[in-house]
Structure formats: C-alpha cells, structure tokens
C-alpha cells in the first residue's frame, strides 16, 4: 500500500531552520506531484508547498515564499521542505501529500485533491 512517512521535525528558535523529509512507497513517484500542508492547534490545514515530479514548477503560499523551498530527490522517491527564518506562527503538524499528476492540470493548493497523506511531523518554533 501507498505510505508517505515525514521526518525531521522539531523544535526551533525563531530565525532558525529546518528540513522535512517525506519518504514515499507503494506509487509510481513520479506519476505525483508532491505538497506540504501544515495544521496549527485550533486551526484548519493550510497549503505551505508543493513541486512537480520535475521540481521545475513550484508553488508556494504567500507567507512562506522566499523562505520554504520543496524539492525532490526522484532516485529516493522522497521529497524535502526547508524551511528557513522561522516564526513562531509557523508551528503546526506538517503533512506531506501527493497528488496524482493530470496532464495540463495545474499544481493544486486543495487538500481534498491529494489522494495520499503521511502522518505528520510536529514543528515547534519557539524561543
């Protein structure tokens, strides 16, 4: 069966930085297009990231973009979000999720057309 499996959580002080990692099996990697959602306490899952099979398209939202980067590494079947000059606002439960590609169809920003999750790794940033 399909599994995303994310790591590298944690706790960090503001400014600092980090990286997820998203370990997938079970799918045909590149067949999907990979995304980064987050979840705060009390909060509905939001969109942070996602990246194209190729890493060549990216999409960001507007209050992580110049400092999240997604990338891919295909050979892994693993996709990776840095994370730089982190705020506390940035603190939630991070899910990796994968979306089957489309021909022609855009990057989506929608949770509910990602067809697999990953459990979700805590990120804290906090002084």
């Known amino acids: 069966q399909v599994q995303l499996v994310e790591s590298g959580g944690g706790l960090v002080q503001p400014g600092g930085s980090l990286r997820l990692s998203c370990a997938a099996s079970g799918l045909t990697f590149k067949s999907y297009a990979m995304g980064w959602f987050r979840q705060a306490p009390g909060k509905q899952r939001e969109f942070v990231a996602a990246?194209?099979?190729?890493?060549?398209?990216?999409y960001y939202a507007d209050s992580v973009k110049g400092r999240f980067t997604v990338s891919r590494d295909n050979a892994k079947n693993t996709v990776h979000l840095l994370m730089n000059s982190l705020k506390p606002e940035d603190t939630a439960v991070y899910y990796c999720?994968?979306?089957?590609?489309?021909?022609?169809?855009?990057?989506?920003?929608?949770?509910?057309?990602?067809?697999?999750w990953g459990q979700g790794t805590q990120v804290t940033v906090s002084s």
């Open positions: 999720a994968a979306d089957r590609v489309t021909p022609g169809v855009p990057l989506s920003k929608f949770s509910n057309e990602y067809d697999y």
């Open positions: 990246g194209t099979w190729s890493g060549i398209i990216t």
